[in-house]
């Protein structure tokens, strides 16, 4: 068995002394599509700063691909889309140009030679958007921009992409599509996703693994596998409502 991408063991994250993770343990296999759900404020967006090195532990430890965070940050071996990345839309730039912004930000100012121009073009066509990398990035919709930011992060050629929050602002159709292509990069490229959401339902029938998070881990494991309801309570409140099973799962039953 290959050693994970991820292992967090007994993870404590707080902010001037106030606690916002506490004992978290998990590990992220290789190859898997991993969804940290919960709702706003749970420490979602803190877990991953903890993972990419950008918020250091109060305790507890992490390893990425077998390094520490501080260490992975220096490798370019993850890919990140923050949340709310905000653009100034008139600001004119192509998707190409959006892309090229990974490969300069490695070479500095140096032009951009046919090498560079091919891994550009290449993660274009690995988001299936060859066809508009002269477009006005501005005037691409919501889910034709996620694919870009995408391309830009492939472009760097991660092993683990980290994506906060993507779907946000996507409708059901661009979402579907964009969970998608996840999928596919994971089957294609081999690549470990670690994908943030609030929204349980849209994400369970996409990933591998499902981290309930609100302070604590309530739940950690497959979407497959029944949640137990004290857990999305626990998680979200009593008012959420949460199908993924029919009435023969055993799991369901005996949790009831
Ligand atoms: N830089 C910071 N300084 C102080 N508190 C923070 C900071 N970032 C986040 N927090 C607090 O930590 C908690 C978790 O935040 P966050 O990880 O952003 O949650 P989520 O992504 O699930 O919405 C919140 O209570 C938030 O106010
Ligand atoms: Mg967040």
């Known amino acids: ?121 290449g993660s274009l066509e690995k988001v299936k958007m060859q066809s508009q990398t002269d477009k006005h990035f501005g005037s691409l919709s919501g889910g034709q921009k996620q694919r870009v930011l995408i391309a ?12 906060d929050e993507p779907s946000i602002g996507l409708d059901v159709v661009a979402q579907d599509s964009f969970y998608r292509l996840l999928q596919k990069l994971r089957d294609d490229e081999g690549l470990t996703i670690i994908l943030v959401s609030h929204d349980i339902g849209g994400v369970s029938g996409v990933v591998d693994k499902i981290a309930c998070v609100k302070r604590q881990m309530h739940f950690y494991g497959s979407p497959k596998d029944c949640i137990p309801s004290t857990a999305l309570e626990k998680t979200f409140g009593t008012n959420v409502y949460f199908l993924s099973h029919d009435s023969e799962c055993g799991t369901c039953r005996r949790d009831k």
Do not use: C, H, W
Not at 95 to 103: E, G
Not at 152 to 163: E, F
């Open 1 to 121: 068995m290959p050693e994970p991408a991820v292992i967090i063991r007994d993870l404590t994250v707080a902010y001037d002394g106030n606690i916002v993770l506490e004992d978290i343990n998990l590990e992220v296999a290789r190859g898997e599509i991993m969804s940290v759900v919960g709702p706003n404020g749970s420490g979602k967006s803190t877990l991953l700063r903890a993972i990419m090195g950008f918020k250091r532990p109060a305790k507890g430890s992490i390893l990425v691909l077998g390094r520490s965070p501080d260490e992975i940050q220096k490798t370019g071996l993850i890919g990140y889309l923050p949340q709310n990345m905000n653009y100034d839309q008139n600001f004119p730039v192509s998707a190409f140009d959006i892309v090229a912004m990974s490969r300069y930000s490695r070479k500095g100012i140096e032009r951009l030679g046919p090498e560079d121009r091919a891994a550009i073009n």
């Open 152 to 163: 830009r992060a492939l472009a760097m050629k991660p092993s683990i992409l980290i994506l």
